[in-house]
DNA sequence: GCACTGTGTA
């Protein structure tokens, strides 16, 4: 019998070993079968048990394996097998996995015998789940009651220093590394690495990276992030081709990194095709994304369908993607499928969503999506209301943006600054003044975003005044001045008549981007400085920038005013010439203007009856005026004509 | 060691 039992639980044993590493079912239902077969689990089965539990219960956010983690801790409890060191710690670490922090902290708080592995399990667990102050608090807990840090304990550490950027508690570890001889340990050093970058410090990374002397792929790994994290993308290049002349082996994470680096997405997919990295489902979901952001949906659909599991954040880059170009039909699509896999959108993906709806005509679409909201909660999460008021501000629904913003119960400098600038782009810079008011009564501190709105609300109203306020609000405060802020200060003063003052700001700016160059260019036009704003022209072309429909229409601005018909001509022959005609389309959807709309419209199909852009553009702006009827024209013509104005497809369809 | 996200200018 007891032979028997011996060779039962070998059997069920390498059973539950073997889901370690296959992590395919749930390892409760092999203990459930054990358990049948009238066999007493020994403790080693439930120091399988819990090593396959926690395998396969990463990435998962249903409730199911928190669920068998409790099942796992009653059998524990009741067969007193828990009081064993070993299996308490495993169990610990099961919860952390799982992000069940606060059982974690039970367990350790009623370990008889703790030992210094179960600090580090829940100090490293308390890193990994975000919650970097218990982290900290933990380790001086741990240290005051007389454990002494291993390298383990620094390595769960150290991350939560670089992400509270808390640079002096960071160093505060280095320094009891250095003297406890812990900082020779590889893991730590690249810890270390890692949080001097983090924390902004890159000469404390590279000294780090430096000193090492056997670096691993993980140490390049870390330093080739470091550059990336800090926008030093040539370098971090150069340090890969380093660790390849080193023959040092590429992983995924260095692909990722590479990614995260802005290296080109398409020499990097070649080269994880070569080195055989790609079948990696994190590198395809990051090769997604870099598609996606990139503007090729295509390619990021093509990949995201090549994933064996679709998972959120890929599936949430695809959606991000297709509504930044406001293509709801896509969008809608993705979301069905998410549905139909029984997957459950999150905070971010919901706002990517809302980020999208910006065409009045998919106001339903968001609607339904704020329902979808309500109905699983998202909505409680502050960075889906500031999507929602962000939308509804669009649609000037200025009534549902007040009540959005009053419900919140917590309200961060964010959700003041979407409602702020919610106020100024529905035209009721009175409301938005008020509760800018109303935000520094509460004791917050307007950031640059706080303040360009409020200069665009200045503009607005002509507030000359306050806006100087502001100016001198920016310069006492080292607020940045570049591009954002700038530009709206330009405005403002220009706006305002001050054409002087605007200059100044201007003058003081040593790059100017194409936008700045757009607000002094248009400025000097309304204000009847044709001259300069041609010459404004002729200087940005100069510099090598690349005018846009604004810088055009600034400029046609001003030849208009300057009732200089020739030279108005004459550059839009320029413009016609060396751009395309649909630029200017766009601009009469922010000016909206039907007439010279429609006018234009009519060229572009004599050039290319074939650009199915044209229709949405006319669509977009009789849409911008509420025109409701000429849309659904539009709209019919395309289908028509079978273009939707979006798909490769249609168009080939169409020249074939 | 890693990927998806809100607020801002013309």
């Not at 220093?161 to 730590?188: M, N, P, W, Y």
């Not at 023959?247 to 590479?258: G, I, K, P, R």
């Not at 090769?287 to 599936?315: I, Q, R, T, W």
């Not at 751009?579 to 419209?601: M, N, P, R, S, T």
Request: aromatic letters at 10%; one cysteine or more; glycine letters at 8%.
């Amino acid at each position: 019998m007891s032979l028997g039992n011996s060779f039962g639980l070998c059997f069920f044993h390498s059973l539950l070993s073997q889901l370690q590493t296959k992590a395919v079912k749930s390892s409760l239902l092999v203990f459930r079968r054990l358990l049948q077969s009238n066999l007493k689990p020994s403790d080693l089965t439930f120091s399988l048990l819990i090593k396959a539990s926690a395998s396969s219960s990463f990435a998962s956010n249903s409730l199911k394996p928190k669920l068998e983690a409790n099942q796992i801790h009653t059998h524990l409890f009741k067969s007193g097998i828990i009081q064993l060191a070993y299996i308490r710690t495993g169990l610990l670490n099961l919860y952390v996995n799982l992000g069940c922090v606060k059982n974690a902290r039970f367990l350790l708080d009623e370990m008889p015998g703790r030992d210094v592995v179960a600090w580090n399990a829940l100090i490293s667990g308390y890193s990994k789940n975000g919650y970097d102050f218990l982290a900290f608090n933990l380790f001086i807990e741990m240290v005051r009651e007389g454990f002494r840090p291993q390298a383990t304990t620094l390595v769960g550490l150290v991350p939560s220093c670089g992400r509270l950027e808390l640079a002096f508690q960071g160093k505060s570890i280095h320094g009891i590394g250095v003297k406890t001889g812990l900082d020779r340990d590889s893991k730590v050093k690249n810890a270390l690495t890692s949080m001097y970058a983090k924390c902004g410090e890159l000469e404390g990374a590279e000294i780090l990276f430096e000193e090492m002397v056997e670096k691993s792929v993980v140490s390049w790994n870390t330093m080739i992030g470091a550059y990336g994290q800090n926008g030093l993308f040539v370098e971090a290049m150069v340090l890969f081709k380093k660790m390849r002349a080193q023959a040092v082996e590429a992983n995924y994470v260095t692909v990722m990194s590479l990614l995260s680096a802005n290296a080109d997405h398409e020499t990097i997919h070649c080269f994880a095709i070569k080195s055989g990295i790609v079948n990696n489902a994190s590198v395809v979901t990051s090769l997604v994304c870099a598609y996606a952001k990139g503007g090729d949906s295509e390619s990021a659909e093509l990949l995201h369908k090549s994933l064996s599991h679709d998972n959120l954040v890929s599936l949430t880059a695809l959606i991000s993607s297709y509504a930044e170009t406001g293509n709801m039909d896509k969008v809608v699509v993705c979301f069905t499928r998410s549905r139909q896999l029984d997957m459950e959108l999150d905070a971010v993906a919901m706002v990517s969503i809302l980020h999208g709806v910006k065409n009045p005509a998919y106001i339903a679409i968001g609607l339904a999506f704020h329902g979808y909201g309500i109905k699983t909660g998202l909505c409680i999460h502050c960075l889906v209301t500031n999507g929602l008021i962000s939308m509804y501000s669009r649609f000037n629904d200025i009534e549902a943006v007040l009540s959005l913003f009053l419900e919140m119960q917590e309200k961060p400098l964010i959700s003041w600054n979407s409602i702020i600038s919610g106020c100024v782009q529905a035209g009721r810079a009175g409301d938005a003044l008020e509760l800018f008011f109303q935000m520094m009564m509460y004791g917050y501190v307007p950031d640059a975003i706080t303040i360009a709105s409020m200069l665009s609300g200045c503009s607005q109203m002509g507030y000359l005044q306050y806006g100087k306020k502001l100016h001198c609000f920016i310069l006492r405060n080292n607020i940045e001045m570049e591009d954002f802020i700038s530009t709206a200060l330009i405005d403002m003063y220009i706006k305002c008549g001050s054409i002087e003052l605007a200059e100044r700001v201007f003058r003081g700016i040593k790059e100017p981007c194409l936008a700045t160059w757009n607000s002094m260019i248009t400025g000097y036009g309304i204000s009847g400085f044709e001259n300069k704003a041609l010459n404004g022209y002729t200087e940005l072309r100069k510099r090598g920038l690349k005018p846009d429909k604004i810088t055009f229409l600034g400029v046609l601005a001003a030849c208009i005013h300057g009732g200089n018909v020739d030279k108005g001509r004459r550059y839009f022959q320029i413009m016609t010439e060396e751009f395309v005609w649909g630029a200017l389309l766009d601009g009469c959807c922010i000016h909206q203007e039907v007439k010279l709309g429609e006018y234009l419209a009519k060229k572009l199909y004599l050039l290319d009856h074939t650009n199915g852009g044209l229709y949405v553009s006319m669509s977009n702006l009789y849409a911008s005026e509420g025109m409701w009827d000429d849309v659904a024209r539009v709209r019919q013509i395309m289908k028509d004509t079978g273009g939707d104005g979006s798909s490769g497809a249609s168009l080939i369809e169409l020249t074939s």
